[in-house]
């Protein structure tokens, strides 16, 4: 692919590795920095063996943010909460295809809640699973890592996975966009973005640093188009 072609990806790093102490202040400086959305993950311990935090909490994010939230829901029966993450400031709402029983349902309520629609795949489901809800899809978050917690290993099937979605969404008209979520660094993100990506999630790769602001102008530089190399 001719790498002018190519346009940068949308970054949203994870507040799930930011300091749960300090919040506000964690929101704050993320408001004058390279990220286009702040990535928000809600785990409930029964579809993910972990916990995380939930509406109140986005509430308080939302306060300080000033970048869209995108809220990746790793829960059961999201379809009961998706009001409430809405009301306290959820502009894109993800759910699991493998907690949906009734997923076309639940991602017309997600639009009719004026929120973007989003489905995540585990990393054991095919992008076939997409193919008759895709044109009604903003956003299919690939997960590529197993849900539940940050600071995993990138599974690298995930770079095939990403190139049959692109196929999948292109041949269904669908123009969704393609997020990567987990252990995502500047060293997988050229290949993800050759691939077919559009947008980044990065937890421990943005936070644990200490400098969360330099690590996204540093990737925003780096993949930049004119950047990338054209066999990246
Ligand atoms: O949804 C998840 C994990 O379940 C992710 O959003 C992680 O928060 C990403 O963190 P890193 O893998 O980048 O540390
Ligand atoms: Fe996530």
Redesign the pocket.
């Known amino acids: 692919m001719n790498p002018t072609h190519r346009k940068a990806p949308l970054l949203a790093p994870?507040l799930?590795?930011a300091d749960f102490g300090n919040l506000q202040a964690e929101t704050e400086r993320l408001a004058s920095s390279a990220a286009d959305w702040l990535?928000f993950?809600v785990m409930d311990g029964r579809f993910?063996p972990n916990i995380s935090f939930g509406i109140p909490v986005l509430e308080a994010v939302h306060r300080y943010a000033k970048q869209p939230i995108d809220v990746?829901l790793?829960i059961a029966e999201p379809q009961h909460y998706l009001s409430a993450f809405r009301d306290a400031g959820a502009s894109i709402l993800t759910v699991h295809y493998e907690a949906c029983t009734h997923l076309h349902r639940v991602i017309q309520q997600i639009k009719q809640l004026g929120c973007r629609a989003g489905v995540a795949l585990n990393p054991h489901t095919p992008v076939s699973m997409l193919e008759d809800v895709a044109a009604d899809l903003d956003v299919v978050l690939v997960m590529s890592?197993n849900?539940?917690?940050?600071?995993?290993s990138f599974i690298p099937n995930t770079l095939r996975k990403v190139a049959q979605l692109k196929e999948l969404l292109v041949d269904s008209g669908s123009q969704a966009l393609i997020e990567v979520?987990?252990?995502?660094t500047l060293d997988n993100a050229p290949a993800l973005v050759a691939a077919g990506a559009d947008v980044l999630?990065?937890?421990?790769?943005v936070f644990k640093n200490g400098d969360p602001v330099g690590t996204l102008a540093r990737m925003r530089a780096e993949l930049a188009p004119e950047a990338l190399e054209p066999n990246n």
């Open positions: 994870s799930l590795a990535h993950d993910v990746h790793m890592v849900p539940g917690f940050g600071g995993q979520d987990g252990g995502v999630v990065a937890g421990s790769f």
